[in-house]
């Protein structure tokens, strides 16, 4: 296994053993309706079960029969996208792994019950609204959207940079 594999394993699988490590802790410690508080009181810890998407958004009867084959279809995607990075590029081994970890761990809730994705942090007070509960899956998730949305940038500049050269090279010829 080369190097590029041999990181994304290790960020895939940890950050899945710390999304299923923290979702097990919440269902033990917050199963009985008590709230905790850490960082001060910014984040409360809160146990909530989400059937739907993201901000818990419905999607009909049972949002497994949606969201189990999109998340396999993730899950291709994602694991082309680690083959397919180039050398050198690891903010896109790092963006993936974090989503793949976290769509794993959101599956594994969706697989083993009905009941929905495990969520315990949050609500967050922004002072105008309160942002939805989450977990670690969702951090992942969030984290490597932004980090891969940067990778992609970062590509696109470079493909720009090597053109605008190839022309610049043609010209001068």
Known sequence: MNRKWSWATILV?????LDLATKSWA???LADGTRR???????????????GAAFGLRIGNDPR?????ITLVAVVFLVSL?????PGD???????????GGALGNLWDRVRWDRGVVDFLGPVD????LF???NVADVGITCGAILLAISFWREDMEIRAEEKARKGAGAAS
């Open 65 to 69: 029969l949606i969201f189990v084959p």
């Open 37 to 51: 508080e850490i960082l001060g009181g910014f984040m409360p810890l809160t146990l909530a079960f989400n059937q």
């Open 27 to 29: 269902l033990r410690a």
């Open 82 to 86: 680690i083959r397919s990075a180039r």
């Open 126 to 129: 922004l002072g105008f609204t």
């Open 90 to 100: 690891w903010v896109r081994v790092v963006a993936a792994s974090l989503v793949l």
């Open 132 to 134: 939805p509960i989450f």
């Open 13 to 17: 699988l940890g950050w899945l053993a």
